[in-house]
T-cell receptor, first 111, second 112 residues
Framework: QKEVEQNSGPLSVPEGAIASLNCTYS??????FFWYRQYSGKSPELIMS????GDKEDGRFTAQLNKASQYVSLLIRDSQPSDSATYLC???????????FGSGTRLLVRP | SQTIHQWPATLVQPVGSPLSLECTVE??????LYWYRQAAGRGLQLLFY??????ISSEVPQNLSASRPQDRQFILSSKKLLLSDSGFYLC???????????FGQGTRLTVV
């Protein structure tokens, strides 16, 4: 089992729709969870982080965490063509100090 | 402010030549530091991480090594580059408290 799993996509949504990106992880000791956006040829940019079960909203983005199910997701509301990128998730815990990334989900927002 | 510097942005090196990539962080102390490699169209492969000066953990045995001579400096090295070392190398740091983690701009290495 991979440490962090994401559907590689591409996930294609029309402009204005909600994009839902999912991530599962294996380390139950994970305490912080990060979502990144990476455009082709660029370094990843931090979108948001979440530490507690439930939802966390930041503008058009909502992260959802369920530690019991070892599942974290990212919702993007009112998707824009500029949101087309690869989205990476990474859990972190001080049991290992590793910051392991999923392989990413490619999102395509159609105008 | 907290920033991360990584250089050079691009590098073309012949097979068998040495490598040294440097990453420095400003505006923080005792960060966790990470080196990743990303092959074209692939995910981020964790190469090394460090939780303190002189403390290096290796994830993948290979032709590379890392060092942390100062608290906010992380260096990736190779004595002899292989063609398979080509890729996009990224340095990242994790803020104390694990609230945020940021990447440098990356170094695109081509071994020819």
């Amino acid at each position: 089992q991979k440490e962090v799993e994401q559907n590689s996509g591409p996930l294609s949504v029309p402009e204005g729709a909600i994009a839902s990106l999912n991530c599962t992880y294996s380390d139950r000791g994970s305490q912080s969870f990060f979502w990144y956006r990476q455009y082709s040829g660029k370094s990843p940019e931090l979108i948001m982080s979440i530490y507690s079960n439930g939802d966390k909203e930041d503008g058009r983005f909502t992260a959802q965490l369920n530690k019991a199910s070892q599942y974290v997701s990212l919702l993007i509301r009112d998707s824009q063509p500029s949101d087309s990128a690869t989205y990476l998730c990474a859990p972190y815990g001080d049991s290992s100090y590793k910051l392991i990334f999923g392989s990413g989900t490619r999102l395509l927002v159609r105008p | 402010s907290q920033t991360i510097h990584q250089w050079p942005a691009t590098l073309v090196q012949p097979v068998g030549s040495p490598l040294s990539l440097e990453c420095t962080v400003e505006g923080t102390s005792n960060p966790n530091l990470y080196w990743y490699r990303q092959a074209a169209g692939r995910g981020l492969q964790l190469l090394f991480y460090s939780v303190g000066i002189g403390q290096i953990s290796s994830e993948v045995p290979q032709n590379l090594s890392a060092s942390r001579p100062q608290d906010r400096q992380f260096i990736l090295s190779s004595k002899k580059l292989l063609l398979s070392d080509s890729g996009f190398y990224l340095c990242a740091w994790l803020v104390r408290g694990w609230t945020e983690a940021f990447f440098g701009q990356g170094t695109r290495l081509t071994v020819v």
